[in-house]
């Protein structure tokens, strides 16, 4: 297949029905051997069947608006992203993960969430959509660490596309990495770098400092161990369905550069930059203060144009 780029300035002109309502929002449950997990299927006000993109949140405790616990972290941008699909004649579903907002019975515990777990959530998501007859083709979306999950779980589902956005080009161990050194004194950075080694290594810490608990506590190590071992590169490679790599310049969690890791590991990728656009898909400039402000602020849309170029290939899919 070939190969494509697109790079979206600020300065596009195209206008997209972004402001229409989509007809209703239908709540469904996944019954997993744990508990219920609770989504919502966003539904075009467009006679069925549809194309339906199975949205899978980024790392945290993230519900399935995009939404963190605190009011600092309400920002809507997988709502924004689902209201604006189905306003164009396309269906989503998206989902609380196990433990978080109305899944939280789904996990008992934290030291029993594994990486694996979600891919396994995300494959039953999909199988259980394409059993739903208004579904006439499904689309994977992952954002942040959700660009992992679902990059696995494209694997196996039948799956007609597969869409990244915000994802990480390295192993998690190295994104970690060079997202703290900048941020943390270089005695603690040291300790950090070895707890990472030693996590990466599958060998638990026991010896973490205590100013630490927040990342590496031992209930949340075992996950972590887990997670380390994919490479985001390794899987996309094996990802054999057309997919849509998007990342925005003013992205402060994850680089251009990871996109083009993955675009450049991934025979069936176009890959998509968005002039100005943050790690939730909304236009803020690079400035800290305003970056932070955003993750707070649920008015404030996603990217028209990035909405725009999504929708052109989720409808070019419908046409293979």
């Avoid at 006679?47 to 945290?60: A, K, M």
């Avoid at 080009?169 to 004194?185: D, M, N, W, Y």
Wanted: hydrophobic share 40%; net charge positive; charged share 25%.
């Amino acid at each position: 297949m070939r190969r494509g780029f697109f790079y979206i300035s600020g300065l596009s002109l195209v206008v997209l029905f972004f402001g229409s309502r989509a007809l209703s929002a239908e709540p469904v449950d996944l019954k997993t051997d744990t508990g219920v997990i609770k989504g919502t299927l966003e539904i075009p006000n467009t006679p069925e069947p549809w194309p339906v993109v199975l949205i899978i949140s980024g790392s945290g405790p993230t519900d399935r608006d995009g939404n963190g616990p605190i009011p600092a972290t309400k920002n809507d941008h997988l709502k924004l992203l689902a209201e604006g699909l189905a306003s164009n004649g396309i269906g989503s579903l998206r989902f609380d993960k196990r433990g978080i907002a109305e899944s939280a019975k789904a996990l008992a515990k934290e030291d029993d969430i594994r990486f694996e777990t979600y891919i396994d959530d995300v494959v039953q998501w999909g199988k259980q959509l394409q059993k739903d007859r208004r579904v006439r083709s499904l689309i994977v979306l992952g954002h942040s660490e959700g660009s992992l999950i679902g990059m696995v779980a494209c694997q196996k589902l039948d799956a007609k596309g597969f869409i990244s956005i915000s994802g990480a080009g390295r192993p998690a161990s190295e994104l970690l990495l060079s997202q703290l050194k900048p941020k943390v004194p270089p005695a603690m950075f040291e300790e950090i770098k070895s707890i990472v080694e030693q996590l990466k290594n599958g060998k638990t810490v026991k010896d973490a400092p205590p100013y630490l608990n927040s990342l590496f506590r031992p209930s949340v190590q075992p996950y972590i161990i887990s997670w380390f071992k994919y490479d985001p590169g390794a899987e996309i490679a094996r990802v054999k369905i057309p997919t849509l790599i998007i990342q925005g310049t003013t992205d402060i969690q994850c680089s251009v550069e990871d996109a083009k890791l993955l675009d450049k590991s991934c025979k069936n990728a176009k890959l998509l930059l968005v002039e100005g656009m943050n790690h939730i898909m909304k236009k803020v400039p690079e400035d800290q203060t305003q970056q932070i402000k955003s993750y707070g602020d649920p008015s404030l849309p996603i990217v028209p144009e990035m909405l725009e170029r999504m929708v052109a290939f989720i409808k070019g899919l419908e046409k293979k």
